[in-house]
Protein backbone atom coordinates (compact mmCIF):
# COMPACT_ATOMS: atom_id res chain seq x y z
CA UNK A 1 0.00 0.00 0.00
CA UNK A 2 1.39 3.04 -0.93
CA UNK A 3 -0.13 7.10 -0.13
CA UNK A 4 -0.62 7.59 -3.86
CA UNK A 5 -3.51 4.46 -3.58
CA UNK A 6 -6.17 7.49 -2.21
CA UNK A 7 -8.67 7.76 -4.93
CA UNK A 8 -9.95 11.49 -3.81
CA UNK A 9 -12.83 11.42 -5.88
CA UNK A 10 -13.96 9.09 -2.97
CA UNK A 11 -13.90 11.73 -0.56
CA UNK A 12 -15.25 14.48 -2.82
CA UNK A 13 -18.09 12.99 -4.29
CA UNK A 14 -18.76 12.03 -0.10
CA UNK A 15 -18.67 16.21 0.54
CA UNK A 16 -21.26 16.42 -2.25
CA UNK A 17 -23.66 13.97 -1.05
CA UNK A 18 -23.49 14.70 2.56
CA UNK A 19 -23.61 18.71 2.64
CA UNK A 20 -24.80 19.09 -1.45
CA UNK A 21 -27.47 16.52 -1.22
CA UNK A 22 -28.24 15.91 2.50
CA UNK A 23 -27.19 19.35 3.55
CA UNK A 24 -27.65 19.80 8.11
CA UNK A 25 -27.54 16.69 9.90
CA UNK A 26 -27.70 17.40 13.75
CA UNK A 27 -27.02 14.07 15.99
CA UNK A 28 -30.83 13.43 16.46
CA UNK A 29 -32.17 14.79 13.09
CA UNK A 30 -34.02 12.25 10.46
CA UNK A 31 -31.07 13.83 7.72
CA UNK A 32 -28.71 12.65 10.50
CA UNK A 33 -30.53 8.73 9.64
CA UNK A 34 -30.30 9.06 6.65
CA UNK A 35 -26.48 10.34 6.22
CA UNK A 36 -25.42 7.49 8.16
CA UNK A 37 -26.91 4.90 6.10
CA UNK A 38 -25.61 6.25 3.04
CA UNK A 39 -22.08 5.87 4.78
CA UNK A 40 -22.84 2.58 5.74
CA UNK A 41 -23.37 1.59 2.82
CA UNK A 42 -20.74 2.73 0.77
CA UNK A 43 -18.28 1.06 3.76
CA UNK A 44 -20.18 -2.19 2.82
CA UNK A 45 -19.61 -1.80 -0.69
CA UNK A 46 -15.93 -1.45 0.53
CA UNK A 47 -16.01 -5.21 2.06
CA UNK A 48 -16.57 -4.10 5.75
CA UNK A 49 -18.62 -5.18 8.08
CA UNK A 50 -20.34 -2.24 9.27
CA UNK A 51 -22.37 -2.17 12.70
CA UNK A 52 -24.71 0.68 13.79
CA UNK A 53 -23.64 1.80 18.03
CA UNK A 54 -26.66 3.46 19.19
CA UNK A 55 -26.16 6.75 21.41
CA UNK A 56 -27.75 8.76 23.61
CA UNK A 57 -27.92 12.59 23.29
CA UNK A 58 -29.50 14.65 25.11
CA UNK A 59 -31.61 18.17 24.48
CA UNK A 60 -29.70 22.03 25.08
CA UNK A 61 -28.30 24.50 22.57
CA UNK A 62 -26.45 23.24 19.60
CA UNK A 63 -24.71 26.46 18.42
CA UNK A 64 -26.93 28.96 19.39
CA UNK A 65 -30.03 26.22 18.04
CA UNK A 66 -32.31 24.68 20.61
CA UNK A 67 -31.97 20.51 19.82
CA UNK A 68 -34.32 17.74 21.18
CA UNK A 69 -32.56 14.91 23.25
CA UNK A 70 -33.03 11.84 21.23
CA UNK A 71 -30.60 9.38 19.41
CA UNK A 72 -27.99 9.27 17.72
CA UNK A 73 -25.53 6.32 16.48
CA UNK A 74 -21.76 5.75 15.91
CA UNK A 75 -21.11 3.62 12.38
CA UNK A 76 -18.19 1.07 13.27
CA UNK A 77 -16.84 -0.58 10.50
CA UNK A 78 -13.81 -3.72 10.15
CA UNK A 79 -12.58 -6.18 8.06
CA UNK A 80 -14.47 -9.36 8.51
CA UNK A 81 -12.96 -11.52 11.60
CA UNK A 82 -11.05 -8.25 13.41
CA UNK A 83 -10.66 -9.33 16.77
CA UNK A 84 -10.85 -5.99 19.03
CA UNK A 85 -9.05 -7.62 21.52
CA UNK A 86 -5.85 -7.49 19.07
CA UNK A 87 -3.33 -4.60 18.51
CA UNK A 88 -5.75 -1.96 15.84
CA UNK A 89 -6.03 1.37 14.85
CA UNK A 90 -8.95 3.77 14.42
CA UNK A 91 -9.49 6.32 12.71
CA UNK A 92 -12.94 8.33 12.41
CA UNK A 93 -14.99 11.41 11.91
CA UNK A 94 -17.84 12.75 13.04
CA UNK A 95 -20.56 13.22 10.49
CA UNK A 96 -22.92 15.57 12.32
CA UNK A 97 -23.00 19.09 12.03
CA UNK A 98 -24.43 22.03 13.87
CA UNK A 99 -27.89 22.68 13.10
CA UNK A 100 -27.76 25.91 10.51
CA UNK A 101 -24.91 24.01 8.71
CA UNK A 102 -24.69 22.02 5.62
CA UNK A 103 -21.16 20.77 7.13
CA UNK A 104 -19.01 20.55 4.23
CA UNK A 105 -15.46 21.22 5.97
CA UNK A 106 -17.19 20.12 9.39
CA UNK A 107 -17.29 17.62 8.69
CA UNK A 108 -18.41 15.89 5.22
CA UNK A 109 -14.48 16.64 4.46
CA UNK A 110 -13.16 14.17 7.52
CA UNK A 111 -15.58 11.70 6.64
CA UNK A 112 -15.43 11.58 3.26
CA UNK A 113 -11.37 10.73 3.61
CA UNK A 114 -12.60 7.96 6.00
CA UNK A 115 -14.30 6.80 3.37
CA UNK A 116 -11.20 6.76 0.33
CA UNK A 117 -8.82 5.48 3.31
CA UNK A 118 -11.58 2.62 3.93
CA UNK A 119 -11.39 2.20 -0.07
CA UNK A 120 -7.40 2.57 -0.27
CA UNK A 121 -6.88 -0.43 2.64
CA UNK A 122 -9.69 -2.60 2.11
CA UNK A 123 -7.27 -5.78 0.49
CA UNK A 124 -4.37 -4.07 1.51
CA UNK A 125 -1.75 -4.40 4.74
CA UNK A 126 -1.77 -2.13 7.03
CA UNK A 127 0.91 -2.15 9.97
CA UNK A 128 -2.06 -3.04 12.42
CA UNK A 129 -5.75 -3.85 11.51
CA UNK A 130 -7.78 -0.46 11.25
CA UNK A 131 -11.36 0.00 12.66
CA UNK A 132 -12.85 2.60 10.89
CA UNK A 133 -16.16 5.07 12.98
CA UNK A 134 -18.13 7.73 11.80
CA UNK A 135 -19.27 9.21 15.02
CA UNK A 136 -22.15 10.33 16.00
CA UNK A 137 -23.17 13.42 17.97
CA UNK A 138 -19.69 15.02 18.26
CA UNK A 139 -21.21 18.83 18.08
CA UNK A 140 -21.91 20.69 21.60
CA UNK A 141 -25.35 20.66 22.79
CA UNK A 142 -23.95 23.13 25.76
CA UNK A 143 -20.86 25.33 26.63
CA UNK A 144 -18.66 22.47 28.97
CA UNK A 145 -16.42 19.72 27.43
CA UNK A 146 -19.35 17.53 29.09
CA UNK A 147 -21.71 19.02 26.67
CA UNK A 148 -19.85 17.63 23.62
CA UNK A 149 -18.53 14.17 21.63
CA UNK A 150 -21.28 12.45 22.84
CA UNK A 151 -20.76 9.58 20.14
CA UNK A 152 -16.49 9.03 20.49
CA UNK A 153 -17.07 8.63 24.68
CA UNK A 154 -19.93 6.54 24.41
CA UNK A 155 -17.43 4.76 21.61
CA UNK A 156 -14.75 4.50 24.42
CA UNK A 157 -16.97 3.64 27.14
CA UNK A 158 -18.07 0.89 25.26
CA UNK A 159 -14.82 -1.35 25.12
CA UNK A 160 -13.84 -3.77 27.32
CA UNK A 161 -10.78 -3.78 29.41
CA UNK A 162 -8.81 -6.09 26.38
CA UNK A 163 -10.32 -4.01 23.65
CA UNK A 164 -8.77 -0.67 25.39
CA UNK A 165 -5.63 -2.37 25.88
CA UNK A 166 -5.77 -2.89 22.15
CA UNK A 167 -5.95 0.68 20.65
CA UNK A 168 -2.79 1.36 19.68
CA UNK A 169 -3.68 4.88 18.44
CA UNK A 170 -6.50 6.76 16.64
CA UNK A 171 -6.71 9.43 14.73
CA UNK A 172 -9.65 11.67 14.01
CA UNK A 173 -10.52 13.71 11.05
CA UNK A 174 -12.23 16.65 11.69
CA UNK A 175 -12.34 19.88 9.03
CA UNK A 176 -9.42 18.45 7.04
CA UNK A 177 -10.42 20.62 3.15
CA UNK A 178 -9.41 23.84 4.11
CA UNK A 179 -5.60 25.23 3.95
CA UNK A 180 -2.36 24.00 2.23
CA UNK A 181 -0.83 22.64 5.38
CA UNK A 182 -2.62 19.55 7.50
CA UNK A 183 -2.94 20.78 11.40
CA UNK A 184 -1.60 17.82 13.58
CA UNK A 185 -2.62 17.95 17.13
CA UNK A 186 -2.25 16.41 20.22
CA UNK A 187 -4.59 16.80 23.10
CA UNK A 188 -1.78 17.91 25.03
CA UNK A 189 1.80 16.86 26.92
CA UNK A 190 0.91 12.96 26.79
CA UNK A 191 -0.02 12.77 23.20
CA UNK A 192 3.52 14.29 21.81
CA UNK A 193 5.07 10.51 21.11
CA UNK A 194 2.22 9.92 19.00
CA UNK A 195 1.90 13.12 17.34
CA UNK A 196 5.69 12.88 16.57
CA UNK A 197 5.27 9.61 14.71
CA UNK A 198 2.64 11.46 12.72
CA UNK A 199 4.37 14.37 11.60
CA UNK A 200 6.93 11.66 10.80
CA UNK A 201 4.45 9.51 8.43
CA UNK A 202 3.55 12.99 7.06
CA UNK A 203 7.21 13.76 6.16
CA UNK A 204 7.39 10.48 4.44
CA UNK A 205 4.37 11.08 2.02
CA UNK A 206 5.88 14.86 1.40
CA UNK A 207 2.65 16.23 3.19
CA UNK A 208 3.21 19.86 5.01
CA UNK A 209 2.23 19.84 8.26
CA UNK A 210 1.87 21.72 11.44
CA UNK A 211 1.86 20.77 15.21
CA UNK A 212 -0.91 22.22 17.30
CA UNK A 213 -2.45 21.66 20.81
CA UNK A 214 -5.91 21.06 20.33
CA UNK A 215 -9.30 19.03 22.52
CA UNK A 216 -12.09 20.07 20.45
CA UNK A 217 -12.70 16.72 18.44
CA UNK A 218 -13.36 12.82 19.12
CA UNK A 219 -9.80 12.49 19.88
CA UNK A 220 -10.15 13.73 22.91
CA UNK A 221 -12.48 11.39 24.49
CA UNK A 222 -9.96 9.00 23.90
CA UNK A 223 -7.30 10.75 25.69
CA UNK A 224 -9.16 11.66 28.63
CA UNK A 225 -9.84 7.89 29.11
CA UNK A 226 -5.92 7.52 28.81
CA UNK A 227 -6.35 5.73 25.59
CA UNK A 228 -3.86 7.59 22.15
CA UNK A 229 -5.64 10.02 19.96
CA UNK A 230 -4.64 12.10 18.15
CA UNK A 231 -6.57 15.18 16.15
CA UNK A 232 -5.86 15.92 12.23
CA UNK A 233 -7.50 19.29 10.83
CA UNK A 234 -9.02 22.25 12.02
CA UNK A 235 -7.77 25.14 9.86
CA UNK A 236 -9.65 28.39 10.58
CA UNK A 237 -11.72 29.44 7.79
CA UNK A 238 -14.90 31.88 7.13
CA UNK A 239 -18.09 29.39 6.51
CA UNK A 240 -17.02 27.77 10.17
CA UNK A 241 -20.64 26.39 11.17
CA UNK A 242 -23.04 28.20 8.91
CA UNK A 243 -25.28 27.75 5.96
CA UNK A 244 -22.25 28.87 3.70
CA UNK A 245 -20.46 26.06 4.69
CA UNK A 246 -20.87 23.97 1.53
CA UNK A 247 -19.02 22.07 -1.00
CA UNK A 248 -17.34 24.56 -2.78
CA UNK A 249 -15.42 25.59 0.45
CA UNK A 250 -13.45 22.40 0.46
CA UNK A 251 -10.33 22.08 -1.47
CA UNK A 252 -9.77 18.62 -3.40
CA UNK A 253 -5.91 18.88 -2.65
CA UNK A 254 -6.37 19.33 1.04
CA UNK A 255 -8.68 16.65 0.92
CA UNK A 256 -5.75 14.48 -0.93
CA UNK A 257 -3.12 15.27 1.37
CA UNK A 258 -4.83 14.29 4.24
CA UNK A 259 -5.76 10.98 2.88
CA UNK A 260 -1.91 10.20 2.06
CA UNK A 261 -0.92 11.53 5.50
CA UNK A 262 -3.34 8.98 7.41
CA UNK A 263 -2.82 6.10 4.53
CA UNK A 264 1.61 6.86 5.47
CA UNK A 265 0.48 6.40 9.32
CA UNK A 266 -1.42 3.25 8.79
CA UNK A 267 1.61 1.77 6.95
Known sequence: ????????????????????????????????????????????????????????????????VPVAAGRSSNLIATAPGLDPRSPHLVVGAHLDTVPQAPGAED???????????AEAVAERRTRLPVVLVAFGA?????????????????????????ERRA????????RVGVGTVVPVSSAGP??????????????????????????????WSFVRAGLPGIRIGSTPYAAYHSAADLPPVVSRAQLERTGRLVLAWLR
Open 1 to 64: MRPDDLRVGIAARAVGRLAGDLGPRHATSPAFDRAASWVAGRLRQAGYDVRRQPVRVPGGVSWG
Open 107 to 117: NASGVGVVLAV
Open 138 to 162: EEPRGPTDDDHHYGSRAYVASLAPA
Open 167 to 174: VRGMLSLD
Open 190 to 219: SGLQQRADVLAAARRAGVPTEAQVNRSSDH
